[in-house]
């Protein structure tokens, strides 16, 4: 759990919005946590794949993958059992990723 609580305190520093959290542990093989969250602009959404890296590098906890290029409106973090969405609000709004999981336990960080 301490590679979700470091990324979900470095996206909330950034003050990235709407932070949930999909447990799907037991229901993917792949990864135990889908976190989604939206950035206000680009400049936040590039700032927050470098915070997750050096948060994790830092703790030699992973060194994270990223999928998404300096023009992309939504970022994707792969931090082996952790997958993050980093999306702009139009982004998010259109993918709706959270329509795929209505039955999946997940809750919203709220920085606590």
């Not at 949930?20 to 792949?30: E, I």
């Not at 927050?48 to 023009?71: C, Y």
């Not at 980093?86 to 259109?94: C, I, P, Q």
């Amino acid at each position: 759990m301490k590679k979700l609580d470091l990324i979900l305190k470095s996206l909330d520093d950034l003050k990235l919005l709407d932070i949930l959290v999909y447990d799907m542990r037991g229901r993917s093989p792949f990864f135990d946590y889908v976190v989604l969250t939206t950035a206000t602009n680009k400049r936040q959404l590039q700032a927050s794949a470098k915070r997750v890296k050096d948060a994790l590098t830092e703790s030699s906890l992973a060194m994270p993958k990223t999928e998404g290029d300096d023009e992309a409106a939504w970022l994707l973090i792969d931090a082996e059992e952790i997958i993050v969405n980093v999306f702009l609000g139009d982004e998010r709004a259109f993918y709706h990723f959270e329509k795929l999981w209505p039955d999946v336990p997940h809750w919203a960080y709220d920085g606590a």
